[in-house]
Every structure is written in C-alpha cells, then in structure tokens.
C-alpha cells in the first residue's frame, strides 16, 4: 500500500516551549504513522513577540506583564512543561531559560533552509540551544552555530543575517497566518485545511492524521 502523502505546515516560534513539545508529540506520531503516511513538513513563522527589545525580558516579568501570571503559578507552569518535555524526550532546563528574545532571525534562517532538507533539523537546533541549552536565539553567533550543527553553511548563515534576506517573505508569511485567524502556536495545518492547535499528547496526532490520509 502507498503511504498518504500529507503536507504539513507547521506554524511556531522557536521560543514558544508549547511548539518544542508539539514537534516531539508530532514527530513521535509520525513514528507510530511509519508506512501509512508521508509528510512534506513546513517550519512558518510566528512570532509571540515581535516588539521585543535586542536585550529581551526577564521571563517571569514578561509572564507577570503578559498573562498577569504570579511568579508561582509562572513556576508551576514551567515545571508542566518541563515534565511533558521529558516524557517526549526533550529536555527542558528552566533554570538556563531566564529571558525572553527576538526570534525575528532565527525566522530568517529557518526559511533559507526550507530548500536543503534541513529546515526540520534546523528547528530543532534552535529548541535546543534556548530551552536546553539557555542560548539567546537573537545573537547571530547562537544562530550561526546551531545552522552549523545541522550541516548548513556558517558563512551563507553569517551573510544572510548581515543584511535583510527573507525579511520580507517571512512577514509576508506570518500575516498570511494571522489573517488566517491563527492567533495561537503551535497551530498545525494539514493539507491547508486541518488545524490542530496546541502541543497536542502523540496519540491526538497519530489519530488526526490517520483519519485525514484515509479520507
């Protein structure tokens, strides 16, 4: 039997921690979807600050400021996410995860390396180096370095962030999605017409996405 193909756009922030645990929850259905379904994964961009300042935030003050959270219903949330994260497998250490940043160029690269093949590992690059690493994903150098990791060209990386490339065609993207009504991430669309909303557990997916390829 030929496996579904499915095209997958997948609308997110690098330092949303909801978009870190829906990949994992997603790429882990996808495992389990092995031999039903083929997927042509989108990385489209969203960005949950877009006016933040070069310095960032502390978090707990951007949580308190955003959401009107206090500083212990910010940590009991934090420790949520830091428990569903390692059950999927990713670590997040909050302790190294002090502010809040720009994501506008990681946006940039992510786009560039949508051509390579390796815009997937690329993204998850850059969930690393802020939730488990504790890196700025602002600084270019950060940005630089994580491309490097995956087998994309520094230099290409260090060129594209010296001026403004993609700059345009990732704002253009990021109000197609707004206008779409996407006010949330991770939001994932399927086949442009199937929203899932939500770091949703792998079972969700697994289910979604055999009922839309067997439809």
């Known amino acids: 039997m030929t496996p579904a193909t499915l095209k997958i756009d997948f609308v997110s922030d690098v330092s949303c921690p ?4 829906g990949l994992q929850s997603l790429e882990t259905a996808l495992q389990r979807l092995d031999g039903e379904v083929a997927v042509q994964m989108h ?33 009991a949330a934090r420790e949520n996410i830091r428990v ?6 990713f670590t997040f250490n909050m302790d190294k995860r002090a502010r809040i940043y720009n994501t506008f ?18 993204k998850k690059a850059l969930f690393k180096a802020y939730f488990t690493d504790g890196k700025d994903p602002s600084q270019h150098a950060v940005l630089v370095e994580a ?18 490339d993609y700059a345009d065609l990732v704002r253009e993207q990021e109000q197609f999605y707004l206008s779409a ?16 909303s939500g770091g949703q557990p792998p079972e969700v997916f697994e289910q979604a996405l055999r009922q839309i390829a067997a439809g």
């Open 105 to 122: 160029d990681a946006h940039r690269l992510l786009h560039w390396a949508e051509d390579t093949g390796l815009q997937t590992a690329l």
């Open 181 to 196: 009504g996407i006010h949330s991430v991770p939001a994932v669309v399927i086949n442009d017409k199937h929203l899932i």
């Open 43 to 75: 990385f489209q961009p969203f960005e949950l600050n877009p006016h933040m300042a070069p310095e960032g935030e502390d978090i707990t003050e951007h949580l308190s400021k955003k959401y009107g959270s206090t500083p212990e219903q910010a940590a």
């Open 18 to 21: 909801w978009c870190a645990i």
């Open 147 to 164: 491309a490097e990791s995956v087998g994309l060209s520094g230099e290409e990386a260090r060129a594209i962030l010296a001026g403004d």
């Open 84 to 89: 569903r994260g390692e059950a999927l497998g």
